[in-house]
């Protein structure tokens, strides 16, 4: 199977609190796992990624777990900020990338 | 500035026309991509040439057809359009494997 599972979809937090959003994949060749951040009107960006010979990767606020046992990723955002509300897409490559379907995370202030 | 380009942004146009989107990149990647983001936000890869080979081939309707002159440009030609085709169309490149992808801003066309 080629499939990426992301969850949830919809993603409300109160600014300063974390977030957290979860994808699962099928293909244990899967390697690498990108995560992109798209904001309105603009094309998706990489924020942070994982290769398969880490188990966890953090920079500026993000941290990424992987789980290869379980096929599990995650994305975790730390005291988030109005300008963290976007839409959010996870990846897994395999050698072909398979995005995820996206979770829009809205930042209350 | 090295980056990957669209053109055009936007296109309106009637159903069963054709259309023809340009995209090219300078970041001197082997591997160049297309995606459909539908008003959902789904993101779906409907081709990916390596060296000018296409390496994958989704089950796209055959009425959508890339088209590559070198590694750096990699057009979509979409022949009697329909409704359902209404979507953002991302162009994308990478290097590789396992490296972070490249899109572009996107164009958006609307059928009518």
């Known amino acids: 199977g080629e499939q990426v599972e992301q969850l949830p979809s919809i993603l409300r937090v109160q600014e300063g609190s974390s977030a957290s959003i979860n994808c699962t994949y099928e293909n244990s060749a899967s390697n690498y796992f990108p995560w992109y951040k798209q904001e309105p009107g603009e094309n998706p960006k990489l924020i942070i990624d994982i290769r398969s010979n880490m188990e966890r990767k953090q920079t500026q606020g993000l941290i990424v777990l992987l789980d290869k046992k379980a096929k599990r990723f995650s994305l975790h955002i730390t005291d988030t900020q109005p300008g963290d509300s976007a839409m959010y897409f996870c990846?897994?490559?395999?050698?072909?990338?398979?995005f995820g379907a996206g979770t829009r995370l809205k930042v209350i202030a | 500035e090295t980056a990957v380009f669209q053109t055009p942004n936007y296109h309106v146009t009637q159903v069963g026309n054709e259309v023809s989107f340009n995209c090219k990149q300078t970041?001197?990647?082997?591997?160049m991509y297309w995606y459909k983001q539908d008003s959902k936000k789904l993101l779906k890869i409907m081709f990916s040439?390596?060296?000018?080979?296409?390496?994958v081939n989704e089950t796209v309707p055959r009425r959508f057809s890339p088209q590559s002159s070198d590694k750096a440009h990699l057009n979509l030609r979409i022949k009697s359009v329909e409704p359902e085709d209404s979507a953002v169309y991302l162009c994308?490149?990478?290097?590789?494997?396992?490296?972070?992808?490249?899109f572009g801003k996107g164009t958006r066309l609307t059928v009518v």
């Open positions: 990846a897994a490559k395999s050698p072909k990338y398979v």
């Open positions: 994308a490149s990478s290097q590789g494997s396992n490296t972070e992808v490249f």
């Open positions: 040439y390596n060296n000018k080979q296409l390496i």
């Open positions: 970041l001197g990647h082997d591997t």
